[in-house]
């Protein structure tokens, strides 16, 4: 349910006090979201806990550059683009008080494979979300872990394919694989939540300048024994990068997992359900 709050918003032009200018141009600056008239940045908060209340600024930018001379000023002009393209899912995260990995540092690469057919199941199991959120205890150390692997590796980022999942997402997963052969390997959410609920968990690898990931011996997602972290028949490249990655994500303080060599638990399973909560 969302509650609109309508609010007054001052206009794009106010006057100055400044003794070289009539006139002042507010400080509308953007966001990570694209809106360009965002409050946002500015105040210092998260672009969706002023979600509502842009929709007004924009309505009042537009209408007051209408009746502004032409060249009087130099910010972007008024458009009626969408004011952003957060997925419902992220705007329901952010509202949560989760945080969106992306706006904390875009150098680091996401790719969801649930929001893609190309899976394990072969079909599209996120029907919204795009964006890597996860637990604010999550985030330092996985700024941390981009930062180790770039002092390491300057042309190497971290890439996310999997981070914080809601139970109701969890349940639009299961509903999509019940009865089916893959059913086995989707957690029903019926039974708890795993950490990826939590918004404690991250499915990643390293991506090379140019966006592709490195070899790893198998895919993300790899059902079989290749996937565990001891398992050494690889190419000796593949063998050396599941090193790197699994040293810095742990130095940075994850746990990796035995048996998937991309996931990784910022805390224990005990620790999860004494601590946190999964994600409604
Ligand atoms: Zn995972």
Same mark, same amino acid.
């Given at each position: ?11 794009? +032009? ?14 509308? %600056?953007?966001?990570?979201? =694209? ?32 009746? +502004?001379? *032409? ?12 004011? @952003? ?13 989760? %945080?969106?990995?992306? *706006?904390?540092?875009?150098? !680091?690469?996401?790719?969801? +494979?649930?929001? /893609? ?17 996860? @637990? ?28 914080? /999942?809601?139970? &109701? ?5 299961? *509903? ?14 019926? &039974? =708890?939540? =795993?950490? @990826?609920?939590?918004?404690?968990? %991250?499915?990643?690898? !390293? ?6 990931? !490195?070899? +790893?011996?198998?895919?993300?997602? &790899?059902?079989? /024994? ?23 994500? /742990? ?11 991309? &996931? ?9 359900? *004494? ?6």
């Amino acid at each position: 349910m969302v509650k609109i709050q309508e609010i007054e918003v001052k206009p794009v +032009m106010t006057k100055s006090n400044l003794p070289v200018a009539d006139l002042s141009v507010n400080p509308y %600056v953007g966001c990570l979201h =694209g809106c360009k008239y965002c409050y946002a940045s500015f105040m210092k908060l998260t672009c969706a806990l002023l979600f509502l209340t842009l929709y007004s600024c924009q309505l009042h930018a537009r209408q007051d550059i209408t009746v +502004m001379p *032409e060249d009087s000023i130099t910010q972007p002009q008024p458009s009626v683009e969408p004011l @952003h393209e957060l997925s419902h899912t992220a705007l329901y995260l952010d509202s949560l008080g989760y %945080v969106n990995v992306m *706006e904390q540092d875009s150098s !680091i690469r996401v790719s969801l +494979m649930y929001a /893609r057919e190309d899976n394990f199941t072969g079909k599209l199991l996120y029907q919204d979300l795009k964006e890597a959120y996860l @637990h604010p205890d999550a985030i330092a150390p996985l700024l941390r872990a981009q930062q180790l692997l770039r002092q390491r590796h300057p042309d190497y980022s971290l890439i996310i394919f999997d981070a914080a /999942r809601p139970m &109701h997402v969890q349940q639009q997963m299961w *509903e999509v694989v019940k009865g089916t052969r893959q059913q086995n390997y989707v957690s029903n959410p019926a &039974h =708890g939540g =795993g950490l @990826h609920n939590y918004g404690l968990a %991250v499915d990643i690898s !390293i991506a090379n300048a140019e966006g592709d990931t !490195i070899p +790893m011996g198998t895919k993300v997602d &790899h059902l079989g /024994r290749e996937a565990n972290t001891d398992y050494t028949a690889i190419s000796q490249e593949a063998l050396q990068n599941r090193r790197l990655l699994i040293q810095v994500m /742990r130095q940075a303080g994850f746990r990796s997992l035995p048996t998937e060599w991309w &996931h990784f638990n910022l805390v224990s399973r005990q620790t999860a359900k *004494e601590k946190y909560r999964v994600i409604p």
